[in-house]
């Protein structure tokens, strides 16, 4: 294998029935013919993927490897993609990159590379094949004019059957959305737009006479602009997203969409995608407009390269990887929840009066040394169910003998005085308090007094949620 530059282990995906076959899928750069590590031939090193058996000792077995794509161009050691990934369809999908230079060496490098517009490679393709190497019936591009590219490239003019999309530039990522199987691509940009595509199969996708949707290359086999481009799903300009705060971005890794169910619903199928540059991940919605957003920031330079959803001892939570720090592998629960930000005001109510008739929010009065829960949420305040906490007014009146009162959750044991007060006298004080013990929307007001017995009123006038 070769590791220098951005060569190495690209990516790494494991079989859907892995329980039984115990197959995984690597993506990496094949130091072919033991010719060192060059970065300027177009022969070694390739970029190959196979498969191997992953046993029980959690050891791969080098002599169960099976090549299923081997001798794609990696030229200059850049730019390489290195996503693998088994689709929903059951195919083993790749991203393969531009290899930074032009390995025809009739353009150049970086934005002049022109190696995209060659269809008889695989670089700058997404590719797609069986789990055994063969090739999809539904592939796109099949038949008359085209060609196996499973062993290196085929005679110029021909179209490479392994091709699902192209005019990439570095699809260095990629996730299906959950709801419908679409691709989702995230194609890395050159020096002033990253974009996401979607790919349902056979589009070109503009690289390099397009970088977005905006001019990058414009001579050559760019001029005139080829036909049918697809544009991006979504482009954002290196610096700051709009929508987002950090700045310095320009550099798209993982992506992933947000199963249903496991955050708070106004997350469910949301796009997450990751910077390198500015060490973020962002969201975007699962239908236009596509206004981003933060979910994570301040992760560091050099940081997120992927993204993806797993089991965990929450259910199910975010992990992505990081290459500045050492690599590391972190994990995201849920996430930072907006609920106590958003406060509805209400005309003050009361909700709780121990001097009135007994019951779940009358009397009797609170005795020392004891403790009564109050449901805060429903009739007649209408505080709603969901609510994380409510803002209150608490009055204490009649109490026997000094001491306090102290509120908290339901099912906790309050320890802190909400509000002091002296024998005989009546005391008033605001609290904000929260509701998500148990049962929710419950509170327990504990007696922090040693003898007799102390009247308490709460008025609400707002809520959290
Ligand atoms: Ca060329
Ligand atoms: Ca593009």
Known sequence: MCSNSERGLLGVAVDPAFASNNFIYLYYTFNKNAAGCPTSNATSPVERISRFTLPGTNVVDPASKVVLLDGVLNFAGNHNGGQVRVGPDGYLYAGIGDGGCDYAGDSGCGG?????????????????????????????????????????????????????????????????????GMLAVNDVGQSAWEEIDLVPGGGDYGWPCLEGSHPNLTTGKCSPLPPNLVGPYFEYPHGTIPGTSPSG?????????????????TWDNDYLFADFNCGGIFTL??????????????LGTSTVVELDFG????????????????????RIDAPHSS????????????????????????????????????????????????????A???????????????????GTTPTLATISFGAGQTRANDATLALFGTPAGTVTAASGFASGSAHLIIDVTGYYR
């Open 112 to 180: 002049a590379n022109d190696a995209s517009r060659d269809r008889n490679i695989l670089n700058e393709k997404i590719v797609r094949i069986a789990t055994d190497g063969s090739i999809p019936a539904t592939n796109p591009f099949q038949g008359s004019g085209t060609a196996r590219c499973n062993a290196g490239p085929a005679s110029a003019g021909t179209i490479c059957r392994e091709a699902f999309g192209w005019g990439f530039r570095n699809p260095f990522r990629f996730t299906f959305r959950l709801t419908d």
């Open 249 to 265: 971005c320009g550099a798209i890794t993982g992506g992933a969409f947000v199963p249903p169910g496991i955050w708070p619903s």
């Open 285 to 298: 919605p699962p239908s236009p407009p596509l206004n981003a957003s933060d979910l994570a920031t301040g």
């Open 311 to 330: 089991p965990s001892p929450v259910g199910t939570s975010l992990y992505y990887t990081t290459y500045g720090s050492g690599g590391q592998v972190r």
């Open 339 to 390: 609920a106590s930000t958003e406060f509805t005001t209400i005309a003050p109510c009361r909700m709780v009066d121990t001097r009135g008739s007994n019951g779940p929010l009358g009397g009797p009065a609170l005795a020392a040394n004891g403790s009564r829960d109050f449901p805060l949420t429903g009739a007649p305040c209408g505080v709603p169910a969901d609510a994380v906490a409510v």
């Open 392 to 410: 209150t007014k608490l009055t204490v009146m009649g109490a026997t003998s000094a001491g306090s009162m102290r509120l908290g959750p339901a």
